[in-house]
């Protein structure tokens, strides 16, 4: 998400890394197979108006 784990730790004071990359790791793998997801549906559709157009 463009913060680094450590900055988290510390603003949100957990007690060690483990606890805020274990909270977190979860909820950024999600983010990032939305945004995969996200991303396959547009190159689908890029790919159908292709072969429409040709």
Do not use: C, N, W
């Not at 463009?2 to 949100?12: H, N, Y």
């Not at 805020?20 to 159908?48: H, P, W």
Request: net charge negative.
């Amino acid at each position: 998400m463009g913060v680094e784990a450590a900055t988290v730790q510390r603003i949100l004071r957990h007690s060690s890394i483990t606890v805020t990359t274990g909270t977190y790791v979860e909820v950024i793998e999600s983010v990032k197979r939305d945004a995969i997801d996200t991303m396959g549906e547009f190159f689908e559709l890029e790919d159908d108006l292709d072969e429409s157009a040709g």
